[in-house]
């Protein structure tokens, strides 16, 4: 069984299990990147198999028998994004949000009690609050409004689990909220107050972590750890790059997540302390005779297995396993530098 206060205590990297799978592999083959939690998509898993069938299979865990820990997220920046960017037929009120799933059809509606408990019946170990999450280029009165609704919605939340559910006490769970404020380090200040006023086990760092240039948005970052507490889950959302992680890391968040690992795997774009930027193209023509490890200093199956040769090969034709080989590595690369990151302390 895990031990969840001790894993607040760490730096993790959470990678993306977006439907209850991290994509192209086993659950065991997670296990062995020496990867500790995963974060479900609370959205995605409503829409494509429903809460209430999860919640008969015994858990999300039950059902990928996986025995580390998943953090299930409100739905709610992918709910919100997508209405507010025009892609899903929906509305954004001041009770949460009413949406249709381009899947099927249905509607459904998102409100902060909703949102707990249907990531309740999907049986994570730690929850996020519902938040109003809108593009970067906000303006002020825009953004003024998302803080508002957030800090609203976060205490509705922690009202709600602790009502029907005994809150941390009795169920278990841990429940975090989302820190608001676009790129008005003001509003992400008083978010951060306010939200740590109501009480929460952790605080995330919601919105666009990166501006119009790709690059960390340290500033707004630094405010949210400011006005945080240490003691408590601070994860950095959607980051990233593995010298973004680093950078945050310096500045004290210690949990991330991003879907690009997997995601580049799977279009060939590796990892590897062997070279300048950490990126290897491998399906590149370069690497076609190349029999050395994609990384000389990595311990995955992968590098212990194959060569980049093997592995431009596999892409190159769309085999299946090429996938797979390329995901474990990056997974434990990523996972090889939060191990590092714990190291240094």
Same mark, same amino acid.
């Given at each position: 069984m895990i031990d969840i206060k001790q894993l607040t205590k760490e730096n993790l990297f959470l990678p993306d299990a977006t439907r209850g799978a991290v994509r192209s592999l086993t659950t065991k083959q997670l296990e062995?990147?020496?990867?500790?939690? +995963? @974060?479900?998509?609370?959205?995605?898993?409503?829409?494509?198999y429903g809460a209430d069938q999860i919640?008969?299979? $015994?858990? +999300?865990?039950?059902?990928?028998?996986?025995?580390?820990?998943?953090?299930t997220? /409100?739905?709610?920046?992918?709910?919100?994004?997508?209405?507010?960017?025009g892609k899903w037929r929906g509305e954004v009120h001041e009770n949460g949000a009413i949406f249709q799933s381009p899947r099927?059809?249905?509607?459904?509606?998102?409100?902060?009690?909703?949102? +707990?408990?249907?990531?309740m019946k999907i049986g994570g170990d730690v929850m996020v609050c519902l938040d109003d999450c809108r593009k970067t280029n906000?303006?002020?009165? !825009?953004?003024?409004? /998302?803080? !508002?609704?957030?800090?609203?919605? =976060?205490?509705?939340? &922690? &009202?709600?689990f602790e009502k029907e559910y005994g809150g941390t006490k009795e169920s278990g769970k841990l429940l975090t909220c989302v820190v608001q404020g676009a790129n008005y380090l003001d509003l992400r200040a008083n978010c951060a &107050?306010?939200?740590? /006023?109501?009480?929460?086990?952790?605080?995330?760092? $919601?919105?666009?972590?990166?501006?119009?240039?790709?690059?960390?948005?340290?500033?707004?970052?630094?405010? @949210?750890?400011?006005?945080?507490?240490?003691? &408590? +889950?601070r994860y950095a959302m959607g980051v990233g790059k593995p010298n973004d992680i680093r950078k945050a890391a310096s500045i004290g968040y210690k949990w991330f997540d991003t879907v690009?690992?997997?995601?580049? =795997?799977?279009?060939?774009?590796?990892? /590897? *302390?062997n070279v300048d930027g950490e990126i290897i193209r491998i399906i590149n023509a370069q690497y076609s005779n190349d029999l050395r490890p994609i990384d000389s200093n990595c311990d995955c199956e992968v590098c212990k297995n194959h060569s980049?040769?093997?592995?431009?090969?596999?892409?190159?034709?769309?085999?299946?396993?090429?996938?797979?080989?390329? *995901?474990?590595?990056?997974?434990?690369y990523y996972q090889r530098l939060i191990e590092d990151l714990t190291q240094i302390g």
């Amino acid at each position: 069984m895990i031990d969840i206060k001790q894993l607040t205590k760490e730096n993790l990297f959470l990678p993306d299990a977006t439907r209850g799978a991290v994509r192209s592999l086993t659950t065991k083959q997670l296990e062995e990147t020496g990867t500790k939690a +995963i @974060v479900t998509n609370t959205l995605h898993l409503l829409i494509n198999y429903g809460a209430d069938q999860i919640e008969k299979l $015994g858990g +999300i865990k039950k059902l990928m028998n996986w025995k580390g820990m998943v953090l299930t997220d /409100s739905g709610g920046f992918q709910v919100f994004s997508l209405i507010h960017s025009g892609k899903w037929r929906g509305e954004v009120h001041e009770n949460g949000a009413i949406f249709q799933s381009p899947r099927e059809g249905n509607t459904y509606e998102l409100t902060p009690e909703s949102a +707990i408990d249907i990531q309740m019946k999907i049986g994570g170990d730690v929850m996020v609050c519902l938040d109003d999450c809108r593009k970067t280029n906000l303006t002020r009165e !825009e953004a003024e409004i /998302s803080v !508002e609704r957030t800090i609203k919605w =976060a205490e509705r939340c &922690k &009202k709600h689990f602790e009502k029907e559910y005994g809150g941390t006490k009795e169920s278990g769970k841990l429940l975090t909220c989302v820190v608001q404020g676009a790129n008005y380090l003001d509003l992400r200040a008083n978010c951060a &107050k306010d939200l740590v /006023s109501i009480g929460f086990d952790g605080y995330n760092f $919601g919105g666009f972590v990166v501006n119009d240039k790709g690059e960390l948005v340290l500033d707004e970052m630094k405010t @949210v750890i400011q006005n945080t507490p240490k003691d &408590k +889950i601070r994860y950095a959302m959607g980051v990233g790059k593995p010298n973004d992680i680093r950078k945050a890391a310096s500045i004290g968040y210690k949990w991330f997540d991003t879907v690009l690992v997997t995601r580049n =795997a799977r279009h060939g774009t590796l990892y /590897s *302390s062997n070279v300048d930027g950490e990126i290897i193209r491998i399906i590149n023509a370069q690497y076609s005779n190349d029999l050395r490890p994609i990384d000389s200093n990595c311990d995955c199956e992968v590098c212990k297995n194959h060569s980049r040769a093997y592995i431009h090969h596999l892409l190159k034709i769309g085999e299946a396993t090429g996938m797979t080989l390329a *995901s474990i590595h990056n997974l434990r690369y990523y996972q090889r530098l939060i191990e590092d990151l714990t190291q240094i302390g």
